[in-house]
């Protein structure tokens, strides 16, 4: 039986041939992006001017490539299998953080091929994976009380800021959930007030919203990868009328009609139809069991993470399946792990709060509080808190 020491060395593995499988068979049917320009060696980097090019995504990402392409001479896979390291170990930090009930679920989704050859590359999506993967293993070690905050989960933190600074709003709610909850006795009311005040401003600058959202699409509109959709948004806040389709949309990809006439995008429709069907197949095993503030806490994550994300995706099939690839890893932290009745349980225990029974009663079922007790040498003594 394969040991998760065992998985971990396989999948390294397998992110390595997907490496070699985008750099030599992928880039035969369609582009990767800007990772050429990621494994082209110093002097692209040496252009980069101004005091605070870090800020850049693209000007530290081609440091990170030159910084790789200097140690590994300069040829094109091992920087690729470099970069794949470098999210690998956001990936490893994120499993290794999960119980292992919720990880072998976790780990089957991340075997999708869309989200390992994109991560595997010379590429932004594999920092952004690499960050990810630490900022979520270290929300999971706060919800399930065994984490600390360390410098590497600064450093992610940072690179977010930079690369995908959108991604900090969902992850930002978790974050102040799991930490303001323990601090009241209602963390469902806590959460739900929460969730609706972050609509408030949402409310309060929808013409800016609905001006600036279809900025956004205007370089799918041209270039060697220019869609082939008409604008998404046609009417004053379409932005918001149409975003429950967006998400599915910037999500799944190439529609149904696009999937029919091109294989490509016929195979990343079923891989993403796959994706829902397991994320659906958990939810609805795990829904009775799931606690309330698990359920509002993830759902307003979940809407901030895909509706700061989805006009990204919704214009190009290709670009939604790309980008899709940074923001798995917090969808996967946000569905799973809050959902978890185990992981509410040992968060909300810590607070010592009495353990809650029902009783029935001749006016319907009614709960009873009961101290926890336990028996030391004969005796009964009440549990401390």
């Known amino acids: ?5 065992g998985f971990y060395i396989v999948y390294y593995v397998y992110r390595c041939l997907c490496s070699v499988i985008g750099q030599l068979v992928v880039v035969q049917f369609t582009s990767l992006g800007d990772s050429i320009r990621y494994t082209g060696g110093t002097e692209r980097f040496d252009t980069v001017q101004g005091t605070f090019w870090f800020l850049n995504s ?25 970069f794949q390291t470098l ?10 953080a999960l119980p292992e009930d919720l990880r072998k679920w976790v780990a089957i989704i991340l075997l999708a091929p869309s989200f390992n050859i994109w991560s595997s590359i010379a590429s932004k999506e594999a920092v952004v994976v690499f960050a990810v993967g630490t900022v979520c293993a270290y929300l999971v070690g706060v919800y399930r009380q065994t984490q600390r905050l360390r410098l590497i989960d600064l450093i992610a933190v940072g690179l977010l800021a930079i690369y995908k600074a959108h991604y900090l709003v969902a992850l930002g709610f978790v974050f102040a959930g799991l930490h303001l909850g323990r601090l009241v006795r209602q963390p469902e009311l806590l ?3 929460a969730g609706v005040a972050t609509l408030i ?14 900025q956004i699409v205007i370089h799918f509109f041209s270039g060697a990868g220019a869609s082939t959709r008409d604008a998404f948004w046609t009417d004053q ?5 149409r975003a429950p389709y967006g998400f599915w949309l910037s999500f799944v990809g190439p529609t149904l009609d696009e999937a029919v006439n091109n294989r490509l995008q016929l195979a990343a429709l079923a891989e993403s139809l796959i994706l829902v069907a397991i994320l659906g197949l958990y939810l609805l095993l795990n829904f009775y069991r799931m606690p309330l503030f698990g359920f509002l806490m993830s759902w ?15 214009m190009n099939p290709g670009s939604a399946v790309r980008y899709r690839t940074g923001y798995m890893i917090p969808l996967l932290a946000i569905l799973i792990v809050l959902s978890s009745r185990e992981a509410f349980v040992r968060w909300r225990g810590k607070r010592g709060r009495p353990e809650v029974r029902s009783r029935p009663s001749r006016f319907g079922p009614r709960l009873v509080f009961y101290p926890k007790i336990r028996v030391r040498q004969g005796s009964i003594q009440r549990a401390s808190s």
């Open 201 to 214: 401003p949402l409310y309060l600058l929808r013409d800016t919203i609905d001006a600036y959202a279809p």
């Open 237 to 241: 806040y379409d932005v918001f009328w």
């Open 87 to 96: 999210a690998f170990i956001g990936i490893y930090r994120f499993l290794t």
């Open 58 to 82: 693209t000007a530290l990402t081609e440091a990170i490539g030159s910084v790789f392409a200097a140690l590994l001479g300069g040829n094109r896979l091992t920087i690729s299998i470099a």
């Open 1 to 5: 039986m394969l040991t998760w020491r």
């Open 191 to 193: 959460v739900l007030g």
């Open 300 to 314: 307003s994550a979940v809407f901030w993470l895909l509706f700061a994300n989805y006009p990204f995706g919704v």
